[in-house]
């Protein structure tokens, strides 16, 4: 940042005597360092091979359904939610899984509002109203009715270690008094068009996060708003590119790095810090789309001559989900019991699927090849790499 930038923000101090941080509307003068365009030039070039790659994937719906899980789980576990995508999965085939019901429905509602917000951006575009849309679909029946789901904030909340007051927080945000002012700033950013898109959203990003203007969720909607800001401007074929695997496992230098624009007015250290996990969870993102791809593709020719029609189709199957059971590919595929009881026989004598569940009722299949691509965690680094 150069010494003639303008400020971040200004710190307001309420009646009661704590003092809140009122953010500055975007964008700020930024100073262009060699190292942030090597930085940017990096995440886009990645950005590009991952929009590529999801240009060729023959049936790329499949793909982005356990990619967009993986997100929620991930998203929500940096808000102390346990489950794993595992678990996530194995349920939504319809086996019994013992995590909580509370965190299960709390990632649950992470898929359900990105795949929502997807949708509607074919007619709405990024808003304050499509963000209230987003809350009121990720924070339905969790938080004990507490997060006013869909509504904005109207008292003052806090940042900070658990059981912290207004008088111990690490920040403050706005008060409900110049809170929509700063949205409304905002929204109008997040239309302008003059400035690169990942810088942009690396922007935007922060400010969302300084505003706070959720009772609950806040991080959550935060990182949901990456993605669909990307599915917006194109920038990729196919919602593939999620960040917070890179924020789950650089979370003190997320939380460090963002603060600090506040504190500091280090905007060049989130921006880089931010490109570099585009560019490191674009490489990721490739990896196992790569992987998975072959791996289906290499199934798909395998059954092809040897099995029913049924077989090649819960092959695709596979992709979207590595768990099933003989009644949900039954009904995905819309063939006899005893048909898709074949055909997962077929894929188990082919050491494609094995069962994992014990009992010889409702049985329990998985392609653990695939399950280990999508669990496997991420090689990330906070540096800035080059090729």
Request: hydrophobic share 45%; charged share 20%; proline share 6%.
């Amino acid at each position: 940042m150069n010494k003639g930038s303008k400020a971040v923000g200004r710190y307001v101090r309420q009646p009661s005597g704590y003092v809140a941080f009122v953010p500055a509307p975007l964008p700020p003068e930024l100073h262009w360092t060699p190292e942030l365009s090597r930085a940017l030039s990096d995440a886009d070039r990645l950005i590009g091979r991952l929009a590529g790659e999801g240009g060729r994937l023959p049936n790329p719906h499949l793909l982005i359904r356990p990619f967009v899980r993986r997100e929620a789980v991930l998203s929500s576990r940096i808000e102390g939610t346990q489950t794993t995508l595992g678990e996530l999965l194995a349920a939504e085939a319809g086996a019994v899984v013992e995590r909580s019901p509370e965190d299960l429905r709390e990632v649950g509602n992470y898929v359900a509002a990105l795949e929502y917000g997807v949708r509607r951006l074919k007619k709405l575009p990024l808003s304050l109203r499509l963000v209230r849309e987003l809350h009121a679909k990720l924070m339905a029946g969790v938080g004990g009715g507490q997060a006013a789901p869909g509504e904005f904030r109207r008292s003052q909340n806090w940042i900070g270690p658990a059981g912290c007051t207004l008088a111990t927080a690490t920040y403050i945000p706005p008060p409900p008094a110049e809170m929509m002012t700063c949205l409304e700033q905002w929204e109008a950013f997040l239309h302008d068009r003059s400035l690169p898109p990942l810088i942009q959203i690396a922007l935007a990003h922060y400010q969302f996060e300084a505003i706070h203007p959720f009772l609950d969720g806040n991080g959550r909607v935060g990182r949901l708003l990456i993605t669909l800001f990307l599915t917006e401007r194109a920038i990729l074929p196919a919602p593939l590119l999620y960040l917070s695997a890179f924020f789950e496992a650089t979370r003190r230098d997320y939380y460090e790095c963002l603060l600090r624009v506040s504190t500091h007015r280090d905007w060049m250290a989130w921006l880089q810090y931010f490109l570099n996990g585009v560019a490191r969870q674009a490489e990721d993102a490739l990896s196992r789309a790569e992987r998975i791809n072959s791996l289906v593709t290499k199934w798909r020719a395998a059954v092809a001559g040897t099995a029913s029609q049924a077989a090649v189709a819960l092959v695709d199957m596979l992709a979207a989900n590595p768990y099933v059971t003989i009644k949900g590919a039954a009904g995905q595929l819309g063939v006899a019991f005893t048909t898709a009881q074949r055909a997962i026989g077929r894929l188990a004598s082919m050491s494609i699927l094995e069962q994992v569940s014990r009992g010889k009722r409702d049985r329990i299949y998985c392609a653990t090849t695939i399950l280990r691509i999508l669990e496997e965690p991420a090689k990330l680094t906070t540096t800035q790499q080059t090729t």
